[in-house]
């Protein structure tokens, strides 16, 4: 089952999220270190953001945390990078979520409390 | 789970609604102050117009640089860094060549524009009428900026703690703001 041992969705989307973060900081580079300017947030946020999702393939078991954090980062990417141009915040916000949502990995226990679930829901 | 996204439902949809509510009221703090924060990509589009009825600025410096276009890879501009700017009657404007004729942005500000740490890169300014107050126009040898390098940026300079323009219009080719309030924006897209 997918999702089974790691929350591999909610990694690829917030992996997307940095990756688009990061593009637009890129594309603003050359403005970035503009005294004035914060457009560096982008390239710092862009990092982190691809950071904290391979920390979240890496680490499962911290998906709360990093998915609360990946959540926090998309939404304040709308600063200095008008949020990936918005996919980066879309796609940030939905892996985070996906992150912090995630039940931990599916052990034969509870794919039985799973399964006697789904049965008193179709009893009920 | 059908999907096998292996997710608490309840959670998920508990922490959607909430940054989804987070969500909604930044947006909406932004669009009652009309505030864009910082570094938005109007800057580097290259060779826009900017017309004011007036504007207003505390902290005024003027130095030339060398600095890229839409045309050219370098050309001579000068910088111009005010440290507070207040714009009345703002109206910027870009025209942009697409297929079958041009594309004319032009951004509208229904109060007054005000903007900090704004920094200009400009080949033109008009005005029917400038005041500088303590105007200081000098010329410098060597490394006046002290940024390791003698270039064009050291060789002279004009300050004015206070300058006022009156019916300006600007050719620009960067605009930065630390923080720039543009209240009652409106963008309008014309095609001649």
Sequence with gaps: MLNSSRPVVAGILSLLSGIFILGVGLMLMSLSFMPGSLSYLGLLEGMVMCTLALLLLAYPQFSGILGAFIIVLAIFSIIGTLGGLVLGTIFGMAGGTLAVAWKGPVTEESMVLSSDEDQSVLEA | M?????????????????????????????MINGVALAAFPIAGIGGFVIEADQIIGEGFTLYPIVGETSEQGSSSQA???LGKATIIGLRLSKELPVAGGTAKVVITSSGNVVGSGVKLRVTGITADNASFEGLDAEEHYGDYSGDGKVD???KLDLKAPNVVLENAAINGHALFATAIVIPGMGLDLQFH
């Design chain 2, 152 to 154: 064009a940026s050291d």
């Design chain 2, 2 to 30: 059908k999907l096998g996204l292996n997710i608490d439902r309840k959670r998920f949809a508990l922490v959607a609604g909430l940054q989804i509510a987070v969500l909604a009221v930044i947006v909406a703090v932004f």
């Design chain 2, 79 to 81: 910088a111009v860094d």
